[in-house]
């Protein structure tokens, strides 16, 4: 099958006016003009008039379980620390019928947006199972220890079996502040030697960085008082707390980032850190979080794409509405690199560099397109501003002989 737009938007090289994309099976046999791909290759072809194709989104950071909690948890009035509260509270009233319908509706909904592939953590790996993910996931296990570091072997070899049900996997040791030390390493160990990949929350919020740095604050004493031991709180940054933690080559990927120091950034700078970052904007502004340090961080060279998060922080799984939002917040950076985080950066960030996120020989042939009328000049500028459902299937265009 041939697809002709407009504009092919590769990705991986400029724009293609008047291109063309060959599919055979699920994978892109050929890119170029028209006529190039014509000429060498054969089938029916399907032209979609005035639209840009790209690759489908890819959502790096999200918990489809929560979808059920939509516009449930209002945004926190005083700490990040109460909303913790409420979604605890929140999750004690949920079966896992609701969580199974809640992921079921957040791969229609994510798809629906031209999300095809997505880094989900799960706190249920037992439910894998009984889901159809209809878009290309890895499942990651979300892994907390808070009240008994003793449990952390026992708990990762339990993830371990229920994850044979996923194509790809990994874990997710939720945060500094709830995984022990002994948990990131043993996930660590697991992974590398079952080649699953590693994911954590960091440096999310003001309460996370006073409960480390300074030994105080709301969630201090919240997990004070659950039982938790403090004796590694009023040292350090949570970046220095995980960086003492984790093995300097170990590759990680890591949610927000938005608390750093002066003395944070010196630590990035004295070595190369193989972790990858994603940044949630919509749940960011939800939450009014410190400004996230993009440029410094990019600076750096660090990998950066975008996720949604759950929607208990956010309106909707649109991969378009987060470019939206970091444009509207980084109004400096240029459309074809916030359309790069939504499609190359997180295709890298879950090791899918060479099968997705770019529209070229031997990729998957999960192709998206959005409406166009424009200019070659505004062409990213349009596509970031997208607004609705994009084209996903293009049988319903008029096909051409």
């Known amino acids: 099958m041939i697809v002709r737009a407009r504009f092919v938007v590769t990705m991986d090289g400029p724009p293609v006016e008047d291109g063309a994309i060959a599919v055979l099976d699920d994978r892109i046999v050929d890119v170029g003009a028209l006529e190039e791909v014509r000429a060498r290759n054969t089938g029916e072809m399907i032209d979609v008039g005035e639209y840009a194709l790209l690759p489908g989104l890819v959502n790096a950071h999200c918990h489809l379980e929560y979808t059920c909690l939509r516009r449930r948890i209002p945004p926190p009035t005083k700490s990040f620390t109460n909303w913790i509260r409420s979604i605890n509270a929140a999750k004690a009233k949920l079966l896992s019928a609701d969580y199974i319908a809640s992921i079921k509706a957040g791969f229609s909904e994510a798809k629906r947006f031209g999300t095809v592939a997505m880094a989900n953590l799960t706190a249920f790996p037992e439910l894998i199972p009984q889901v159809q993910a209809i878009v290309r996931t890895t499942w990651f ?15 990762v070899n ?74 590694d709180c009023g040292r350090q940054t949570p970046l220095a707390h995980f960086l003492a933690i984790i093995e300097p080559g170990q590759p990680w990927l890591v949610a927000h980032l938005n608390e750093l120091s002066e003395t944070d950034f010196q630590l990035l700078e004295q070595g190369r850190r193989n972790f990858d970052i994603v940044h949630c904007p919509r749940s960011h502004q939800f939450f009014d979080h410190a400004p996230f340090p993009f440029a410094r961080l990019r600076a750096l060279g660090f990998n950066i794409s975008l996720g949604t998060d759950s929607l208990a922080s956010n309106e909707d799984l649109s991969m378009f ?25 997180a295709a890298t960030a879950m090791g899918h560099s060479t099968s997705l996120g770019r529209l070229k020989r031997n990729c998957f042939s999960d192709v998206i397109a959005v409406p166009f009328h424009g200019s070659r000049e505004n062409l990213f500028a349009s596509i970031v501003a997208f607004e609705g459902e994009p084209l996903t299937d293009f049988r319903v265009a008029r096909a051409k002989d």
């Open 321 to 345: 509405a987060e470019m939206r939002q970091f444009q509207e917040t980084f109004p400096q950076v240029a459309p074809e690199e916030i359309l790069a985080m939504a499609t190359q950066h």
């Open 158 to 231: 339990r993830a371990v079996d229920l994850l044979r049900a996923a194509e790809h996997s990994g874990f997710s040791p939720h945060a500094p502040f709830t995984a022990s030390p002994q948990l990131y390493r043993r996930c660590a160990n697991v992974a590398s030697a079952n080649g699953m990949r590693l994911t954590t929350h960091l440096a999310e919020s003001q309460d996370e960085m006073s409960m480390f740095q300074d030994g105080a604050g709301p969630l201090y004493d919240f997990l004070q008082g659950i039982g938790r031991d403090m004796r």
């Open 141 to 155: 296990a979300e892994l907390i220890d808070v009240r008994d570091p003793s449990a952390a072997d026992g708990m």
